[in-house]
């Protein structure tokens, strides 16, 4: 519930708080204040004691004799004479505040109004007189009526007996203003918004009771959006009946609360619904004369007009009534509902954002005007639009079409919409590659809480629903800019510039889709679903008579943008090096690397590629995991693709994230000595230090120039970022008087520096716009700012101001907050909306079964000349966390090489590991079956698979078959490879756990007992085994304990789980009637004995593969019920440059050299193979001493946790402490014989990723992990936060 106090500070009493007379005191100066502090200065404010009532003025900084002038009312007293106490206090950021001196005083208990003055002498904490002296007025108050507009009279401003301080009114004691709290307030009673009116107008108030009951009034806080630039921390603020309740402290523009609010007030209906009501938005980084950024005032009647007296995700437009001239403020999403006595509380129903952000779910307060505006889309085309039809859908289609048929299974169509307002693109019939050239006009009303132009790609469906493709959020945050400090503004613009699109699996599904929600753009999307190219521009004010709604783009328009995007080739190598954390052990494992449609094994678009790895068995790591058996020959991916350049655009986007991360390591170097109370002359000197730091690396960055073919997006975003940084060249003024319209806010003056609407018939370059921008950037418009001015609003000059301007004498603390504040400006410029190449997809694969993925942003591994602009993973040993679609659980953890960029850069600068050698294969795999007679090929046909195929029997790809291509030569002959991952790989191991798994199986109606039931022996694979009892030890092994039931796990008390019966594997932990099977798994350690010896080949000396049939999984050993086997032949390719190769192999082999053979490409595997003398062993001891303050996951509010290290191919954990949120483990877990690849040089540069995972343990159910994974590089933390939900 997020519910906290009511505002009730002293010096904040309303004069509603004091009946009777009252006496008022004037706190006017102090003078000779002695300064106290070591170091600084002191900012000081005094208290006010009279008649037990304390009240205190506010401080003034930097002042030894403060000026106050601060009226404050008290009760007046019934003696004649009656003594003040007076205290002086320092303010502190941190901390209590220091008392600097204290006096007393009498005063009479005047009974008329006049004016007498009072000067108290003030002594030390150690009563010694000093030369400060308090001057104080004392005057009578008169009743509590009197005085109307002072300060305390706010509670009862606006409130009209049928309701008129909805409109505008008060019951709020506001903590604070910009106007300060001495302000006289206008009276806004009448002032009655249009929401509050028309929900009046639905309201028969003449039904309503008059019967006092007891209400209870709900108000869901869900979100704020486009806050004022200068917030830090805001909360939201609710008051109602006199009473404020108020949210949790969040950080940024747009932040999300989701926090329930309760009032109960007993009132009649009639008089609930007169209740004045006022949402605020409070700065609580400000101080309380300036910390009020906006609010709205209403009464209930605007949820008592809706069904069920529930108002739903509705957005207040805030403002500030007392600076008008500032426009709107910010919007809240504010859900309120009224319970009547007896009735229960309804849930809130779900929506989706696109479903809130329309423009009649907004209400305004009064005085705001809407504007018209326009938003000018140009739809050039798209590419890599996936099948949305299925192939006998599209025969009914084309049997009643005519015309030529199409062949694309997809019937494409683009979709705008901002705030409600919403128009189509035509559809384009049987294509995956769309070509629109449409101009199309999408009209509205501006402000806008809106926050997104949604782009939604459909599929046309003539005979049943639309189909969602995809969909696009495109924020206007980042495609405009809206600022009245540095005249910097401009209207919302994009492009042209193409939008990759992501949701769903590309995959057509024949049923229905389980991940097709994701199509709807609100949760992130698992897999590339295409692109489109379009530009955006944007006109306030009323549209042109002449200008269409829907028109065609000329084709010489078309062609300009496209000259502007021409691709280039890009290279993407990725070498995988560990894979743990595996759960997946049914069936073999593959991993795929994809980017855009390039690699997508599954794809029936994309181009063929050496894209996947070799499926492999996942290894049992002896402890919890399971690993992928790499040893020293690393699976790798190598990719090209053609994008366009984008280059210029990621590298300015990463130096500024390094600045950004740089900034944030230094204030984090200062917190750390400041959290340990180091010495202010220590402090001092860091603090200056860190300044000094952050302004010699703003002078030192160079952003990349902009090419030639750089859009209007990209120059402006150029300008402000070097305005930022101080970078803009130093032209002469020029006063203009161009007064536009910010797009989030009409009503406020700014400066519009595209010097009016923009017409087709412009015919200015974008340089010379460039420059002409430039010129008009210092002065101009209403708001006339000067040069110096100007310039000191920028990050650049604010720093510099820290060292040798006006804020070099201001505390240390104000210092670092204002580093912070530049800190957060910097943040607001880490963005780009036109990086049009896709994410890189890594997916887990179980055949045609994807199971976890990770998306990586190509800014992170693409590579720049400028090493602050290349990506952070580029060419560098990375950590990946692998999750489950729509599941925040993890599959798999990856450690691997990754390095993208433009081919031109592959000779120089691209190199592969040291110590490695990157090698091609090709490969094919002979298949056999069992018979009576023995082992054949001659019975393969009546299954449909080829005697030599693809490790997926799907193609026929005999060993004559390949042909080396252009530049590439076979190395050696054909032979066979020994598929060593199959093995159960202990090697290395000193502890493992033996397993085995105790079954049962009954007749229907029977009972579990001995005699009703049988009783078998299985090992985790499924095979039989023998009796726990009779299995025996290893060689060089021994026992190390009993044997136990394993009951971490899905299991009940007894450690069972059930299922239909023993072979089903669907096994649960409850039972019901109608199962047949159960088991239960018992564990038992095992230590190994003397001297680790590496482990020989145990498998078939041929180099056979055994299964029951050839869909399930193969081992090396052959069993009885083996039905299938293979081998895999593999031959090496050499070529001087590492660059992916295929083969082109005919469909039939008997067309081999035939020139209307029918041909298919398959990929050979690309392997990174290190040499013996770069293969090392290594130990790892994780010393996990304690953890501090972590969830309670029991009923009892306790946990029982324990830890689990994972490092390569091995994992440890601690013992469980029972009971606990604040575990003592006081452990060192030993991990041996851990096998990392590489040079040593470069393995201590960039060292492998730890993992330690936290857990709840659990004996009735399985450990879930409720505390995020914390990556260990080396000695630092290095976070990476993959949040996981139990």
């Known amino acids: 519930m997020g519910m906290f106090g009511s505002d009730s500070d002293s010096d904040e009493e309303t004069k509603n708080e004091i009946f009777g007379p009252t006496i008022k005191i004037l706190v006017k100066k102090a003078t000779n204040l002695k300064n106290k502090l070591k170091f600084g200065t002191i900012d000081p404010y005094a208290e006010i004691t009279f008649e037990n009532h304390t009240k205190k003025t506010k401080e003034k900084d930097d002042d030894k004799n403060p000026e106050w002038n601060e009226e404050l009312v008290f009760p007046r007293g019934s003696s004649d004479t009656m003594k003040v106490q007076v205290k002086v206090y320092h303010k502190e950021t941190i901390g209590s505040d220091k008392l600097l001196a204290t006096g007393t005083g009498t005063i009479n208990n005047y009974m008329q109004s006049d004016w007498h003055d009072i000067d108290i002498k003030l002594i030390d904490t150690k009563q010694r007189p000093t030369d400060g002296v308090i001057s104080l007025g004392v005057g009578g108050g008169g009743g509590q009526d009197d005085e109307e507009g002072e300060e305390g009279d706010e509670g009862e401003e606006g409130v009209e007996e049928d309701g008129g301080g909805g409109g505008g009114g008060g019951g709020s004691k506001r903590g604070g203003g910009k106007a300060g709290g001495k302000k006289k307030k206008k009276k806004r009673g009448n002032e009655v918004s249009a929401a509050v009116e028309e929900a009046r107008a639905k309201i028969n108030f003449s039904t309503l009771s008059t019967k006092e009951e007891t209400f209870q009034i709900r108000f869901v806080i869900h979100k704020a959006r486009k806050l004022s630039s200068y917030v830090e921390t805001p909360m939201i603020r609710v008051t109602m009946n006199s009473k404020s309740m ?20 007993t009132k009649s209906e009639k008089d609930l619904l007169n209740l004045p009501i006022e949402l605020a938005v409070i700065d609580t980084a400000k101080d309380q004369t300036s910390n009020l950024i906006g609010l709205y005032c209403f009464d209930l009647t605007v949820a008592w007009a809706e069904k069920d007296h529930l108002l739903l995700y509705k957005w207040f437009a805030l403002n500030d009534p007392d600076e008008p001239q500032e426009g709107l403020t910010g919007y809240i999403n504010v859900s309120i509902q009224i319970i009547s006595p007896g009735k229960t509380p309804k849930k809130l129903p779900k929506k989706s954002e696109t479903e809130i952000d329309v423009a009649s779910n907004v209400f305004y307060p009064p005085g705001i005007s809407l504007q018209p505006g326009q938003f000018i ?27 030529e048929k199409p062949t694309d299974l997809v019937d494409p169509y683009a979709s705008f919409e901002f705030a409600g307002s919403t128009i189509d693109s035509a559809t384009r019939y049987g294509t995956f590659d769309p070509v629109w050239e449409q101009k199309l006009v999408i009209h509205g009303e501006f402000p806008s809480m809106a926050e997104n132009v949604v782009i939604r790609v459909k599929d046309k469906d003539d005979y049943d629903f639309d189909d969602l493709i995809a969909t696009k959020l495109l924020k206007i945050s980042e495609i405009s800019f809206s600022s009245t400090d540095s005249d910097m503004g401009f209207l919302p613009t994009f492009g042209p510039a193409y939008l990759p699109l992501y949701g ?70 990725a070498s995988f090096d560990t894979g743990n954390m595996i759960r997946e ?41 399971y690993f992928m058996p790499w040893s020293s020959s690393k699976p790798t991916v190598i990719l090209h693709s053609q994008w366009e350049d984008v280059e210029f655009r990621v590298e300015t986007l990463n130096i500024l994230t390094w600045l950004t991360e740089f900034i944030e390591d230094q204030l984090r170097s200062y917190k750390v000595l400041d959290r340990a109370r180091d010495s202010e002359e220590n402090l001092e000197k860091k603090c200056e230090e860190v300044v000094t730091n952050i302004l010699q690396q703003i002078e030192e960055l160079e952003l990349p120039a902009l090419p030639e073919y750089a859009n209007k997006l990209d120059h402006k975003l150029n300008r402000i970022r070097l305005f930022q940084l101080g970078k803009l060249p130093k032209v002469e003024e020029k006063k203009a008087d161009f007064n536009g319209i910010d797009i989030n806010n009409p009503n406020a003056v700014v400066l519009d520096i595209d010097g009016g609407e923009e017409t087709e018939d412009d015919d200015m370059s974008e340089a010379d716009e460039e420059e002409q921008l430039l010129k008009d950037i210092l002065d101009s418009g209403e708001k006339k700012k000067s040069k110096e001015n100007v310039l000191a609003e920028n990050m650049y000059e604010e720093i510099k101001a820290i060292l040798y301007g006006r804020f070099q004498h201001d505390r240390r603390v104000n210092k670092i907050k204002r580093v912070e504040s530049v800190l957060a400006k910097l943040q607001h410029l880490c963005f780009d909306s036109q990086i049009s190449i896709p994410d890189m997809f890594i997916w887990m694969m179980s055949g045609t079964n994807r199971i976890a993925y990770t998306r990586v942003p190509i800014r992170d591994i693409i590579y720049t000349p400028n090493p602050k602009g290349r990506g952070k993973l580029c060419g560098k040993q990375g950590s990946f966390f692998l999750k489950k679609p729509l599941k925040e659980t993890i599959g798999a953890h990856l450690s691997m090489t990754v390095w993208f960029g433009k081919f031109e850069h592959v000779s120089s600068v691209f190199k592969t590991p040291r110590g490695s050698e990157v090698t091609v294969y090709a490969e094919t795999f002979e298949n056999e079956m069992g018979s009576p007679l023995g082992w054949t090929s001659k019975l393969l046909g009546t299954l449909r698979i080829p005697k030599f195929s693809d490790i997926n029997r799907k193609y026929e790809i005999p060993k004559e078959s390949f042909e080396p291509p252009p530049g590439w030569k076979f190395q050696n002959n054909w032979e066979i490879a020994f598929n060593k991952n199959l093995m159960d790989n202990e090697q290395g191991l000193t502890v493992f756990k033996e397993t085995v798994f105790e079954g049962q199986t009954r007749q ?3 009972k579990w007992s001995s005699s009703s039931t049988k009783t078998w022996w299985r090992d985790e694979k499924g095979n039989e085994s023998s009796d726990k009892d009779k299995l025996s030890c290893p060689s060089g092994w021994q026992w190390s304990g009993q044997w136990e039931i394993n009951v971490k796990r899905g299991v009940d008390s007894e450690g069972y789980e059930y299922a239909d019966n023993d072979e089903s594997g669907n096994f649960g932990p409850v039972e019901r009637n109608y199962h047949l099977g159960r088991r239960r798994l018992w564990v038992r350690v095992r230590e190994r004995v003397g001297e680790i010896k590496a482990k020989e080949y145990e498998g078939d000396p041929d180099g056979w593969e055994y299964a029951r049939i050839f869909t399930s999984k193969f081992h090396v050993e052959e069993h009885t019920l083996d039905m299938a086997r293979r081998r895999r032949w593999i031959r090496k390719l050499t070529s001087s440059v590492p660059v992916p190769v295929v083969f082109s192999v005919p469909e039939d082999p008997d067309d081999k050299g035939k020139e209307d053979a029918k041909m298919f490409n398959i990929a050979p595997r690309v392997l990174t193979e290190f040499s013996t003398g770069n293969v090392f062993k290594y130990q790892l001891r994780a010393y996990l001493y304690q953890a501090r303050g972590l969830l309670g996951a029991d009923p009892t509010g306790y946990s029982d946790p324990y830890a689990r290290v994972i490092f390569g191919n091995r994992s440890g954990c601690t013992p ?59 000695l630092s933390v290095g976070w990476q936060q993959h949040q996981i939900v139990p």
């Not at 769903?504 to 679903?529: M, T």
């Not at 936290?1254 to 505390?1267: H, K, N, Q, R, Y």
Request: hydrophobic letters at 30%; a negative charge.
């Open 246 to 265: 108020r949210t949790q402290t969040r950080k940024g523009l747009d932040p999300k609360y989701n926090e329930t609010i309760m009032f109960s007030v």
């Open 377 to 403: 889309v140009r739809i050039y085309s798209g590419e890599d639009i996936p099948q949305m039809d299925s192939a006998a859908l599209a025969n009914i289609k084309n049997f009643f079409s005519s015309g």
């Open 504 to 573: 769903s699996l590309r995959e057509h599904q024949e049923v229905r889709d389980k991940y097709s929600d994701l199509n709807k753009g609100d949760e992130e999307g698992i897999a590339y679903r295409g692109r489109i190219l379009l530009s955006i521009d944007s006109n306030m004010g009323e549209s042109d008579p002449d200008l269409k709604t829907k028109s065609n783009i000329k084709e010489e328009e078309t062609a300009d943008v496209m000259s502007k995007l021409r691709r280039h080739k890009y290279h993407l190598f």
């Open 585 to 625: 052990t049914d069936n073999e494992v593959e991993f795929e690397v994809s980017i855009g449609d390039y690699g997508n094994s599954l794809s029936l678009q994309g181009n063929t590629y050496p894209s996947t790895t070799s499926p492999a068995n996942a290894v049992f790591d002896g402890t919890h995991y």
């Open 1004 to 1006: 229907p109606g029977a």
């Open 1216 to 1274: 469980a402490i029972q009971q606990s949120c604040s575990p003592l483990w006081d452990t060192t877990v030993i991990l041996d014989n851990i096998e990392i690849c590489g040079d040593e040089t470069d393995l201590e540069k960039n060292p492998p990723y730890v993992v330690i995972e936290l857990f709840d343990e659990d004996i009735l159910v399985s450990a879930l992990p409720w505390v995020l994974p914390q990556l260990l590089s080396g």
